[in-house]
């Protein structure tokens, strides 16, 4: 995609903690994900727009984040990090990549099982157990964690 550049961030920048908070509204729980993950981000004439973190754990790596700045969604950023984050995964030998969401994010089940991913399992009821604020996402209670799978 003209204009976007996908790369991994360096231990010595800021993570871009505002995109973060857009898939995952606990700051506490982002951090105790970050210092074990691998941070990609696209970028934009300089700026970052995007982020997606990925956590090895063992033959297997968890996608924790994806998220695309609200102005720039829609255009194919999201699908350009994914497909980065399923690249470098092949690359490492990893066998299986895993990502959980909510039964209200609709632009990621969709992102997600276009670009390959299956549904796995569903855990009801956990974001009414997880969070202790209720969340709404496009006009839907957010309440049942979806874990989908990648075989690579
Ligand atoms: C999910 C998210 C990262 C997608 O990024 P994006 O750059 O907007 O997505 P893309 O433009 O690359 O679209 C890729 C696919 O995602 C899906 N998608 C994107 N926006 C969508 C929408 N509004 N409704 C339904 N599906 C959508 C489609 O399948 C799309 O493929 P298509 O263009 O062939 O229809 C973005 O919507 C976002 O940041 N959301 C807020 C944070 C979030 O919910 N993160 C996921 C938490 S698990």
Redesign the pocket.
């Known amino acids: 995609m003209a204009g976007i550049r996908i790369r991994a961030l360096s231990p010595t920048e800021q993570p871009p903690m505002h995109l973060l908070l857009?898939?995952?509204p606990s700051e506490e729980l982002v951090l105790s994900y970050l210092h074990k993950s691998r941070i990609f981000v696209a970028e934009k004439a300089g700026t970052i727009v995007?982020v997606l973190v990925l956590q090895p754990q063992g033959q297997q790596a968890e996608i924790m984040?994806?998220?695309?700045a609200e102005q720039?969604?829609?255009?194919?950023?999201?699908?350009?990090l994914l497909k980065h984050a399923i690249m470098q995964a092949s690359k490492q030998k990893i066998k299986q990549l895993v990502?959980?969401?909510?039964n209200s994010?609709?632009?990621?089940l969709?992102?997600y099982q276009?670009c390959g991913f299956s549904v796995v399992s569903i855990d009801e009821g956990y974001f009414l157990r997880a969070y202790p604020e209720p969340i709404f996402?496009n006009g839907l209670p957010c309440t049942d964690r979806i874990k989908l799978r990648l075989e690579l």
């Not at 984040?65 to 695309?68: G, L, Q, S, W």
């Open positions: 857009l898939a995952d995007g984040n994806i998220a695309v720039q969604q829609g255009q194919g950023i999201g699908r350009l990502v959980c969401t909510g994010s609709l632009p990621a969709s992102l276009g996402e």
